[in-house]
């Protein structure tokens, strides 16, 4: 009598198993597929990205050729904004990078100051890769 319900409990445990690899699988596959995407588009040069958004919204939305060159203009100019934005929160944020490690070198022993710098040289190395990436 044991039988039947230990190999009801084994294939209970192989539908769940089944189920829960299939939602993984396809979880995975989803985020794959849309992060190639994000990817295919983010190394794209920024004009031939914006003449495709201008053709998307001209298509959806039904723009006439005179509201296209309109909207292309827009967003030449926002992305020349965001673009300034971005070069300056850049800047700040090097600038505090720098101000901190300036701070941790302070409490250093000299012993210690080479190794940290052999580690910022790594960190800054693997942060350029992963930017080019």
């Given at each position: 009598m044991n039988e039947a319900p230990a190999s009801r409990?084994?294939?209970?445990?192989?539908?769940?198993?089944?189920?829960?690899?299939?939602?993984?699988?396809?979880m995975f596959g989803y985020g794959y597929a849309h992060r190639s995407v994000a990817a295919a588009s983010a190394s794209m040069p920024e004009p031939e990205r914006r003449?495709?958004?201008?053709?998307?919204l001209t298509h959806e939305l039904g723009l006439?050729?005179?509201?296209?060159?309109?909207?292309?203009?827009?967003?030449?100019?926002?992305?020349g904004q965001a673009k300034a934005i971005h070069e300056q929160s850049d800047a700040q944020f090097e600038q505090l990078r720098q101000k901190g490690r300036d701070e941790i070198r302070s409490i250093?022993?000299?012993?210690?100051?080479?190794?940290?710098?052999?580690?910022?040289?790594k960190l800054d190395a693997e942060r350029k890769h992963n930017a080019a990436k």
């Open positions: 409990r084994a294939a209970i445990w192989v539908v769940i198993v089944f189920l829960l690899g299939a939602v993984v699988g396809g003449a495709r958004r201008v053709e998307q006439t050729s005179d509201q296209a060159k309109q909207l292309d203009t827009i967003l030449q100019q926002w992305h250093l022993t000299p012993e210690q100051k080479p190794k940290f710098e052999a580690f910022l040289q």
